[in-house]
């Protein structure tokens, strides 16, 4: 049996959609609401998990594959194996400031930043030679401007709805980014004809 960590949210649906394509046979309750399921064929366990934790569950065995966006996967340093480029869930990580501002003057040294991705906005930013104070966050950063906490965030969007609802506007983008099946390097050896098997069915549903 192959055990698969999902991530609840925004991905969960599609990467159930692929799983379905692929052949897996999904029971037919509400799948959202679990923590954890298995197929009807009992071939596949399911572990339904934060987004942030699908790579450190595969990583560490618990999990033999995960889908997870490539976000989360650039945002720390994860000793997995990527299979593939699921196609779904496509964000971009960007700069967002108060609309009005002249955007040639926001990104400059000495700015204040919300994020919750510390480590690619550093990234970036070291990048421009721009020394910028990051205030970690762990909730909805749209605030932070408006209220005076930072110059400006770092976030993921879709369609940028949010920050206009907000008053925000992109400033800069840092990266594309969209779901990722990734495997743990110890476990793609040792069930490489399993999970070759479904990821190869996956591949061709893509």
């Known amino acids: 049996m192959l055990t698969i960590a999902l991530s ?5 649906n599609e990467a159930l959609k ?8 999904l029971p037919a309750a509400d799948l959202s609401r679990k923590l954890e399921f298995t197929d009807i064929q009992q071939k596949y366990r399911f572990l339904i998990v934060r987004p942030m934790d699908v790579p450190v569950y595969v990583e560490y065995g618990a999990a033999d594959l ?6 989360v996967l650039r945002e720390n340093s994860y000793k997995l194996v990527e299979l593939l480029d699921l196609k779904f869930g496509y964000c971009r990580l960007v700069v967002a400031a108060q ?8 990104l ?4 204040r930043a919300a994020t919750k991705y510390i480590n690619s ?4 930013f070291a990048g421009r030679g721009l020394d910028v104070e990051l205030i970690k966050m762990y909730g909805s950063v749209e605030l932070a401007p408006i209220d005076g906490l930072s110059d400006v965030i770092v976030d993921l969007v879709a369609t940028g709805k949010t920050l206009q ?10 990266y594309d980014t969209t779901a990722r099946l990734v495997a743990n390097r110890v476990k793609v050896k040792s069930k490489y004809p ?7 069915r996956m591949k061709r549903v893509l």
Request: aromatic share 4%; proline share 0%; hydrophobic share 50%.
């Open 8 to 12: 609840k949210g925004y991905l969960l």
């Open 165 to 174: 609802e907000n008053g925000l506007e992109i400033v800069a983008e840092i």
């Open 18 to 25: 692929l799983c379905g394509a692929a052949g897996v046979r």
């Open 121 to 124: 906005a550093a990234a970036y």
């Open 66 to 71: 995960g889908i997870a966006g490539k976000d």
């Open 194 to 200: 399993e999970i070759m098997a479904l990821a190869g």
């Open 108 to 111: 400059v040294s000495g700015l």
């Open 99 to 106: 609309r009005g501002r002249h955007k040639a003057a926001t």
